[in-house]
């Protein structure tokens, strides 16, 4: 008897490492169900779009791609499309989709991916579906782990999100806060050592809040402490850090670690404190710029990333001033920078005093030539400094060199064979450009 054509899946994923780690699941899934992975969508059976929604212009992008789909479901009308994620889950946002791509097959919410194979098993069977709960209805551990036999892997802690900030939907289509067991997140990192991971990155919303359900007293510093004791596992990072609940005990315990890597991605938002009440932030900048104060008080070497917004809703060039003068005070490796995106449903998107789109422009572009100019600073103090760095792999630009990190998450290139992928390396910087550095192994 003829064998069964192996079924191929492409999955792609926008937005952010929680969008990853999701389509990360639903690849698994597929696995279970007879599907290879394949990034070749032309000999695909099943396309899988994990989507955000976070601004407008991820949104775009996807609806482009879902376009793009429908000529190739043309010539391939066999061709599966599942659509999950973020963007589903928008109130109201299903059945404007569903009107606009009738050509998709899988519409599935961020609350039904667990479910995922029960809808792939109906569209096999022929017609289409839709399953977009309102609410988490799953047990938090019913979802695959991160993908096993990777060097690095991402590690949900938490999901959902309790803060709306008021320009965020993020909140509004993940739910509220629900921190996993610590003995399930360390049995699943322990799994992930044993089949080849050395870096892990546990992911929330918001990692500071961690486990603010749980009795007795168990917080995120607690779970840092017994991820750092797994034998084998070379280094820990975490993201992202809400500044309100940025404690003592937390950048202490960064200090006191062996492989807790000291970066804090410690997203500002904003320089003003007009703004910043604004954005339901609930912390000043003088209260952002003493916890900076102290992670360099106890850990002098820290790097430090930020995320900030320009033109939120009545953002005057005071405000926006504000955020340049705290750009320039505080030494950040790098800066996540966005204009504001009007998200419907929202607090943000009701306010009146919007901002035009070429104000919003102007500010960026002078937000990130200021950052430019610290990002490379940064970098050229590290000159003629030795760091370690974990191999990752051929570089991308030039597969004949390697790339790595330092435990600040400082992007480093330099000459050495395959074999090092994989291990801890020291490697003096001898060239800094804005996003990368260039390096020697050390003898
Ligand atoms: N939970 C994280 C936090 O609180 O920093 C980040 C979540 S969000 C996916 C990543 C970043 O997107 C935010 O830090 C913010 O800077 C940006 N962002 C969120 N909503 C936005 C909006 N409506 N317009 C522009 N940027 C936005
Ligand atoms: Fe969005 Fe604020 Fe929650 Fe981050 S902390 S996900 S920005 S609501």
Request: with cysteine; net charge negative; charged share 25%.
């Amino acid at each position: 008897m003829e064998k069964d054509k192996e079924k191929k899946v492409v999955t792609l994923a926008y937005g952010c490492q929680m969008s990853e780690r999701d389509a990360e699941t639903l690849t698994q899934i597929t696995r279970q169900e007879g599907y290879t992975s394949s990034d070749d969508l032309l000999n695909a059976d099943l396309v899988i779009i994990n989507t955000c929604c976070v601004r407008e212009s991820a949104e775009n992008k996807i609806l482009g791609k879902i376009g793009e789909l429908k000529k190739l479901k043309e010539k391939n009308p066999n061709l599966k499309i599942a659509i999950s994620g973020c963007m589903v889950q928008q109130p109201g946002a299903l059945e404007r989709l569903q009107k606009r791509a009738p050509h998709i097959d899988i519409w599935a919410g961020t609350h039904n991916l667990h479910d995922f194979s029960a809808l792939l098993h109906q569209v096999e069977q022929g017609g289409k579906v839709a399953e977009v709960w309102q609410e988490p209805k799953m047990p938090l551990e019913s979802t695959p782990q991160a993908e096993k036999g990777k060097l690095q892997a991402n590690v949900n802690i938490m999901y959902g999100c309790n803060n709306f900030c008021s320009y965020c939907i993020v909140p509004h289509v993940r739910g509220r806060e629900r921190s996993r067991k610590p003995e399930e997140i360390i049995q699943e990192i322990t799994d992930l050592v044993s089949s080849g991971c050395r870096e892990v990155t546990l992911l929330g919303q918001n990692v500071n809040s961690y486990g603010k359900e749980f009795s007795p007293v168990y917080d995120f510093a607690d779970l840092l402490h017994d991820v750092d004791q797994i034998p084998n596992l070379l280094r820990i990072r975490f993201i992202t850090s809400h500044p309100k609940d940025l404690s003592d005990k937390l950048i202490e315990t960064v200090a006191g670690g062996n492989k807790l890597c000291e970066h804090f991605h410690l997203p500002i938002q904003s320089g003003s404190n007009f703004i910043l009440e604004r954005m339901n932030r609930k912390y000043t900048r003088e209260y952002y710029l003493s916890r900076v104060n102290k992670i360099h008080e106890i850990l002098p070497k820290a790097s430090l990333t930020t995320d900030i917004i320009v033109g939120f809703p009545g953002e005057s060039e005071i405000d926006f001033e504000q955020t340049l003068e705290i750009m320039n005070m505080i030494h950040y490796s790098h800066a996540f920078t966005f204009m504001y995106s009007k998200r419907s449903g929202t607090l943000a998107a009701e306010m009146e005093d919007q901002i035009s789109l070429d104000v919003k422009k102007r500010r960026l572009q002078r937000l990130m030539s200021v950052q430019n100019v610290k990002s490379l600073a940064w970098r050229e103090q590290m000159i003629g400094n030795t760091y370690e760095i974990l191999v990752e792999g051929p570089s991308r630009t030039n597969p004949e060199r390697l790339v790595g990190r330092t435990r600040g998450n400082e992007l480093v290139v330099f000459n050495g064979p395959s074999e090092l992928i994989g291990s801890l390396l020291n490697i003096r910087i001898t060239e800094a450009g804005t996003w990368t550095l260039v390096g020697d192994i050390e003898d």
